[in-house]
């Protein structure tokens, strides 16, 4: 168990939907970060909040955003749901946004919200 | 374009034997490498790393090689074990852009009794 919690486990939703996944850190982490695992790929990294502010983007499309609130738990908001947009969502959190030593950069990962569009 | 490359989509080893799973990347920019394990129906598990002023790094039956002018890194597993069976993640960081992670496609290694 890594501390990193995230709901629901499971997400069955139409196209053109919206839906919203939470996460919350281990005790202590102030950074979140959320990730897409769509089938056949790897992870690809999707936004990064560190105590409440966006730190870092990647590939993350418009309809999609997230916000970290003050208890520092996340949650990534889905809109106009496409096909396409079934994947497995992990979101992980570390103690920092970054640094040089090891246990700053480990991110936790959660089990992850696995969201099928119908 | 993918930066970072786990070339073998599976491996199929005997218990007790060692296992060796590659990596590739292409950005100069990324600092530090991770290794990560994942069970089916769990998130990826965090298993050794190393930073780009290194060239190895060992944890028990873990030891994690870098080579920095071929970019390529791998992780050693001696002796592996069945519980080892799972998809192996290679991750990197670029210096200088947070600590957001790049992986790779993952690795299903496979260790037969």
């Known amino acids: 168990d890594s501390g990193v919690t995230q709901t629901p486990k499971h997400l069955i939703t139409a196209t053109g939907q919206r839906v919203t996944l939470r996460c919350s850190p281990r005790s202590g982490d102030l950074s979140v970060y959320w990730y897409q695992q769509s089938l056949d790929q790897g992870l690809q990294f999707l936004i990064q909040?560190?105590?409440?502010?966006?730190?870092a983007k990647g590939n993350i499309l418009e309809r999609f955003s997230a916000q970290q609130f003050p208890d520092l738990h996340s949650e990534l908001n889905l809109s106009s749901l496409e096909l396409g947009d079934s994947a497995l969502y992990f979101c992980?959190?570390?103690?920092?946004?970054?640094?040089?030593?090891?246990?700053?950069?480990?991110?936790?990962f959660g089990p992850g919200t696995r969201l099928t569009v119908l | 374009d993918q930066q970072v490359k786990q070339n073998s989509p599976s491996l199929s080893v005997q218990e007790g034997r060692i296992s060796i799973l590659n990596c590739d990347y292409t950005?100069?920019?990324?600092?530090?490498f991770l290794w990560y394990k994942k069970y089916p129906a769990e998130g990826p598990t965090f298993l050794i790393s190393i930073s780009s002023i290194k060239d190895k790094n060992e944890d028990g039956r873990f030891t994690v090689f870098l080579n920095k002018s071929a970019k390529h890194l791998s992780l050693h597993i001696v002796p592996s074990q069945p519980g080892d069976s799972a998809v192996y993640f290679c991750?990197?960081?670029?210096?200088?852009?947070?600590?957001?992670?790049?992986f790779g496609g993952g690795t299903r290694l496979m260790v037969k009794p």
């Open positions: 909040y560190y105590n409440g502010e966006e730190r």
């Open positions: 950005n100069s920019m990324f600092d530090y």
């Open positions: 992980a959190s570390s103690l920092s946004g970054t640094s040089p030593k090891r246990s700053y950069n480990e991110q936790f």
């Open positions: 991750a990197a960081r670029r210096n200088n852009a947070g600590n957001m992670l790049t």
